[in-house]
């Protein structure tokens, strides 16, 4: 049998949020605000792949405002939330929907973004487990495990030799220890992706270092 692990009430009862559901709304807004960072600029475009559960009540729970929401960077608590689709509409960002509600998922409250600027684009699929926390199973068609629930930092770079390790460098040098690590890259020598979950939230010192390193596009940490 399997026992859950919970650090706080909060993991049971989830965050402060707008809506009726910590899995349909502040889960979603979640997964939004993970594709909102790392994609790192406005998009264009929009494409909300919603299974089971968050296919069957996304309206009614409000779990399409959410996902916007996140999209356009808000937080679970933002009182913008019930106006994301205007508010992207009128910045010219194009939303789609594809319910899929009989097929089958990694979990029943899974969604697949794909999201498209002019001059690039990105798919990540996420799922909200309940109490607001979330998922990220994949990246970009590569399978990944990151809970997100754990601190994280999310770095888009240049594909260039020795990233990584200028990246590893400052987190040893301030004894910030790697727990979980995945890259994965659009093109040989095109962007590329690292997300690294860590054991250390007193990262201000190294997260300077890194912002500072050459050849970074964005950089972003989930404590």
Do not use: C
Request: zero cysteines.
């Amino acid at each position: 049998m399997r026992h859950l692990k919970f650090k706080s009430v909060f993991d049971i009862m989830g965050p402060v949020m707008i809506g009726p559901s910590s899995s349909h709304t502040a889960g979603a807004v979640r997964i939004g605000k993970i594709v909102h960072s790392i994609f790192g600029e406005q998009p264009t475009e929009v494409e909300f792949h919603l299974y089971q559960s968050f296919a069957k009540t996304y309206r009614g729970h409000g779990t399409d405002l959410a996902l916007v929401a996140g999209i356009l960077g808000m937080e679970t608590n933002d009182p913008r939330i019930p106006d994301s689709l205007e508010i992207a509409d009128k910045a010219g960002i194009k939303v789609f929907w594809h319910i899929h509600k009989d097929e089958k998922a990694d979990h029943p409250n899974t969604a697949k973004i794909i999201i498209k600027s002019e001059t690039k684009s990105m798919s990540i699929k996420g799922i909200s487990i309940g109490g607001g926390n979330i998922q990220v199973t994949e990246l970009n068609g590569f399978d990944v495990a990151l809970n997100m629930n754990t601190p994280t930092l999310i770095i888009v770079h240049q594909d260039l030799p020795g990233m990584i390790a200028k990246v590893t460098d400052r987190l040893s040098k301030h004894d910030i220890n790697i727990a979980q690590m995945n890259v994965t890259r659009e093109n040989a020598g095109e962007k590329a992706i690292m997300i690294i979950e860590i054991d250390s939230r007193d990262v201000d010192q190294a997260l300077a270092e890194i912002k500072a390193i050459d050849n970074l596009h964005n950089v972003n940490f989930f404590g």
